[in-house]
């Protein structure tokens, strides 16, 4: 029975302590996000924070800490599946934490774009800010940025004047590529996204490594905009590639395109061609045939960068990058290769 139901007032940390059997220092680390708390405690006093319903008095707690239980986000091309939920991973961990999320989005990223949203943050005493890194412009940019507040960058990449949390892009791209030179393809084609995304210039390295490691070429590279139309479009120039059985595409809206442009050209997948896509987006599973991809992991992502951004507003910089780990899911766009019938094209 939930100890809720006995409660007649709303639940406080101390209904929470006694739920979760831990001390009241406790249940205020975990609210903190304290590094200093074993998983096992943390997931049981967020357990009881769930049943209860409790909600902490964040009045109450700016007036102690001197802080407003806010923090910003700044995103660009939210239109995205990417950046968009990894700002929901985000949203989520920080709601689920007691703290509010006030958002801007940038129309374009310019460092005096970038400059703007960062002092508009300022302004409403935020906490600590975390910025949805999309474009390398974006990441240089915030690299001379001074603020008096933590700041974490979301996305790939190391570098000692910020704090990172990130997908490992190479290692995605590298679990799609090995998935299909295990399968035993040999030309395997990378529909890449725009050359400014930090993200797909991580993929695009992925993909050669891999392919350098197993002695293959890296040769068949087509750009494209993240769109299912520029899939479509890199799809037909692929049907007159040479020898090219296998396509890893940087998202799964490009692969869609081109499932589409190898379909009307009379090609099977997979039987004459594979496909892979990337992030697992809830409509992958039901293309025709269901997407082979890769997931990011967004919600992971989203408490890893609420997680680093908190530690570092109770002490200061961590120093140390936090990783989530992609997961390859396999499913009916993949198998060996077989002989292909005669190129479609040349037909």
């Known amino acids: 029975m939930s100890m809720n139901s006995g409660i007649s007032r709303p639940p406080v940390m101390e209904d ?16 903190n996000a304290h590094p200093n708390v074993r998983k096992a405690t943390r997931e049981r006093v967020e357990k009881a924070i769930a049943e209860l319903g409790y909600r902490p008095n964040t009045a109450a707690r700016s007036l102690i800490t001197r802080r407003s239980q806010t923090i910003g986000v700044l995103g660009s091309d939210l ?9 929901l991973g985000v949203q989520q961990a920080a709601r689920g934490l007691g703290y509010f999320v006030s958002m801007a989005s940038l129309d374009e990223v310019t460092p005096a774009a970038i400059r703007d949203a960062l ?3 300022m302004t409403q005493s935020v906490d600590g800010i975390v910025v949805i890194v999309a474009h390398k412009a974006m990441f240089e940019s915030l690299r001379t940025t001074s603020l008096s507040v933590p700041l974490v960058a979301v996305g790939f ?3 000692e004047g910020l704090s990172i949390a990130a997908v490992d892009q ?7 590529v090995q998935h299909l030179t295990d399968l035993g393809h040999k030309t395997i084609a990378h529909i890449s996204g725009p050359e400014e995304w930090i993200d797909a210039t ?51 809206q490009m692969a869609l395109g081109a499932l589409r442009a190898f379909s009307e050209v009379g090609l099977r997948v997979p039987l004459d061609i594979s496909v892979v896509g990337y992030d697992d987006q809830p409509e992958a599973a039901y293309f025709s045939p269901p997407l082979t991809t890769v997931n990011q992991g967004f919600k992971d992502l989203g408490a890893r960068c609420i997680q680093k951004l908190l530690s570092e507003i109770a002490g200061g910089h961590v120093g140390e ?19 292909r019938r005669s190129n479609p094209a040349s037909a």
């Not at 890296?218 to 905009?225: A, F, K, P, Q, Y």
């Not at 936090?322 to 002989?339: E, G, K, N, Y």
């Open 170 to 176: 190479r290692l995605g791209a590298s679990l799609a």
């Open 119 to 121: 002092e508009y943050f």
């Open 16 to 31: 929470v302590a006694k739920l979760a059997s831990v001390s009241h220092q406790t249940v205020s680390r975990v609210l």
């Open 202 to 252: 991580a993929r695009i390295d992925g993909w050669r490594c891999t392919l350098a490691q197993s002695g293959l070429p890296d040769s068949v590279l087509v750009r494209g905009d993240w769109s299912a139309e520029s899939g479509y479009r890199a799809g037909l120039d692929l049907v007159s590639a040479d020898n090219v059985t296998a396509v890893f595409a940087a998202n799964d």
């Open 321 to 339: 990058d936090s990783v989530a780990i992609p997961v390859l899911v396999t499913r009916s766009s993949t198998s060996s290769p077989f002989q």
């Open 79 to 87: 239109s995205y599946f990417g950046p968009a939920n990894t700002l």
């Open 157 to 159: 990449g190391v570098d």
